[in-house]
């Protein structure tokens, strides 16, 4: 998963990968502003509850009512609402964890860890013994807004509506449903084929409450696919028509699109028609649910360490870097540090940078610290240097460091890389940055610093638009300037196979570098054949092989997050599934 418009994955983050800053960097592992860097718990997979129901056990304390005011600065908010189209973080975690359901679903352990659980379906499912079929019964207690019955048949059309990569070009089914489903090489999809009802395509099919999923290729993390609000219901007919349904789509969970204003502000209410007995994870506490996208830092920290009334009921998705000290003073438990299994990456174009040494001479030029404190981040806390692309406690990472030690910001080290492939001048190097995001503009003015120490001539384009617009639309003609693109991508789930293949494998939608090795590509099918129990140790060997061999893109950061909580915001806690807040389980207190 892609962080937010802007930002993709993800986290700031279109704009991260591309937007660093320059100037000295500070002592890694330092957080900026002072104070004591609080312990991470690394992201895992968690463990699965096969059979939990619901409704889902009750949060200590907990009363119903009120108003939560979610504050996101430099987070514009999803592009859609349309649970087939939705792939940013920001967007998704708002609308699995409220507005709608899917196949299966995550809630977290007495220790915060991710729990994988059921939601539509009354199990986590049943498989053949390849994993190249998959049955999910559909429980038939659940229902839209407006009290329908939600259907086997609707959630089969939802999760063939993910095959239609015209339609919906940046969705995940694109890159996962599309690699997996079989048949999908040939079928593009409901509205694109005109098979408005998906009739023919007959790898999904249903029998009573009974949903199965032919698989092109073995696909034993169907059951972690399936907690993908992609892999969720939609309404028959033309009441799912793709133009409109992303501005009103039709809730199944606790709560319904009261207003939409994009880049602005979404408002949810209760859906009096939700059930709690048929939801084993999710919660109806507040009344209301307020997200405010693109919030000035500055203006939220006062806000938020003020103690204003205005706090008490709001939380904030992010801290401003010279703040964490005084917040964490102030706060106490009500600063939550969350993990998350993201990771953001710099990816030069790997026809057009075809030296290793050039590739490897960016990574040295690159001004991580000073990146991530003029995008709003704090160094040793939200963001960690990274040097695998799998990011710590996914399972089968492999601890390596690609030249012995950490990469860090070097320009001498970039100039004699630059030398050794024969460049003694200036190399020149073309990117863009979103420019309506004021933390982005400061961000790209130190990576020209950083890059140009380094060696490097930057040529930085301003846009208007998310730069994953232009990333991922190879006709683009901006995008086929680019030397040096980004992508930060979320897994979909906590494994190797969510993470290079859509990064790394040629013709992936996020693989932004272009990078191409057939050698590579054979080894990605070949560890998909392997029995279950070998998959993860052999991911984590590819990604050494990639990093050491190639280099082909530059992993910058592994990512973290601090929620501050207002003083009435019961049980302030995060997600370990998506590394956000924890929606489900949030309350006002009364």
């Known amino acids: 998963m892609r962080g937010t418009r802007g930002l993709a994955c993800a986290l700031g983050a279109a704009v991260v990968a591309l937007a660093a800053c320059g100037g000295g960097p500070a002592r890694p592992g330092t957080p900026a502003g002072g104070g004591m860097v609080r312990s991470i718990t690394p992201a895992t997979g968690g463990s699965k509850d096969h059979t939990r129901q619901g409704p889902a056990a009750p949060v200590a304390g907990a009363t119903p009512g009120g108003t939560i005011t979610v504050h996101l600065p430099g987070a514009p908010g999803p592009d859609t609402l349309d649970p087939t189209a939705g792939w940013s973080v920001v967007g998704n ?66 999760i063939c509506r993910s ?264 190399y020149p190097i073309t990117m863009i940055y979103y420019e309506l995001d004021w933390q982005a503009r400061a961000a790209q003015e130190q990576i020209t610093i950083g890059l140009e120490q380094g060696g490097f001539e930057v040529r930085a384009i301003p846009v208007q638009e998310s730069p994953y617009n232009i990333w991922l639309d190879p006709d683009d003609e901006l995008n086929q300037r680019l030397d040096v693109r980004g992508v930060n991508l979320c897994p979909a789930w906590p494994a190797g196979a969510a993470l290079l293949p859509p990064l790394l494998q040629a013709g992936a939608v996020f693989n932004t570098a272009g990078f191409d090795e057939p050698e590579v590509d054979e080894e990605m099918d070949r560890i998909a054949t392997l029995p279950v129990d070998e998959r993860s140790d052999a991911w984590g060997a590819l990604d050494e092989q990639i990093m050491t061999d190639y280099f082909p893109i530059i992993p910058t950061a592994y990512v973290n997050h601090l929620f501050a909580f207002g003083a009435d915001i019961g049980n302030p806690s995060g997600d370990g599934s998506m590394g956000t807040p924890n929606y489900k389980d949030l309350y006002v207190v009364q």
């Not at 507005?99 to 299966?104: D, Q």
């Not at 390849?130 to 939600?150: K, L, M, S």
């Not at 998350?340 to 174009?349: F, G, I, K, Q």
């Open 163 to 426: 095959l239609d990569a015209e339609v919906f070009p940046s969705g995940p089914g694109t890159q996962y449903s599309r690699t997996y489903f079989a048949g999908a090489a040939d079928y593009d999809g409901p509205y694109t084929s005109d098979d408005p009802d998906c009739e023919d395509y007959d790898a999904i099919t249903v029998d009573g409450q009974d949903v199965t999923i032919e698989m092109e290729r073995p696909f034993p993390d169907m059951d972690y696919w399936g907690a993908v609000m992609a892999m969720g219901p939609a309404p028959l007919g033309d009441e799912a028509e793709p133009r409109t349904y992303g501005q009103e789509p039709l809730a199944t969970g606790p709560y319904l699109v009261e207003s939409w204003s994009p880049d602005e502000e979404l408002v949810l209410v209760r859906n009096e028609a939700w059930d709690a007995g048929s939801d084993p994870a999710r919660h109806q506490y507040a009344d209301r649910w307020v997200f405010k996208f693109s919030q000035d830092q500055a203006m939220v920290d006062e806000m938020m360490l003020s103690g204003t009334s205005e706090s008490r009921t709001s939380l904030a998705t992010s801290l401003g870097p010279g703040r964490y000290a005084e917040a964490s003073a102030a706060l106490g438990d009500r600063l939550v540090q969350q993990s998350s299994p993201c990771v953001t990456t710099l990816a030069p174009d790997y026809a057009e940078i075809d030296e290793i040494e050039v590739r490897k001479a960016l990574a040295y030029a690159y001004p991580y610290e000073d990146v991530w404190i003029a995008d709003g981040e704090v160094p040793g806390v939200t963001r960690d240097y990274a040097s695998s692309v799998m990011p710590p406690g996914m399972e089968g990472r492999r601890d390596f460091q690609v030249d012995g030690e950490q990469i860090t910001y070097d320009p001498e080290r970039s100039r004699a890389l630059l030398s050794e492939a024969g460049y003694d001048e200036p």
């Open 93 to 158: 975690a708002i609308q699995q964890a409220l507005v709608s359901r899917s196949l299966t679903q995550y809630t977290n352990d007495e220790d915060g860890r991710p729990v994988l659980v059921p939601d539509l379906a009354t199990d986590l499912g049943s498989h053949n013994e390849d994993y190249t079929e998959w049955t999910f019964t559909i429980r038939d207690d659940a229902t839209w807004q407006d009290g329908r019955p939600v259907t086997a048949e609707e959630v089969a059309f939802g």
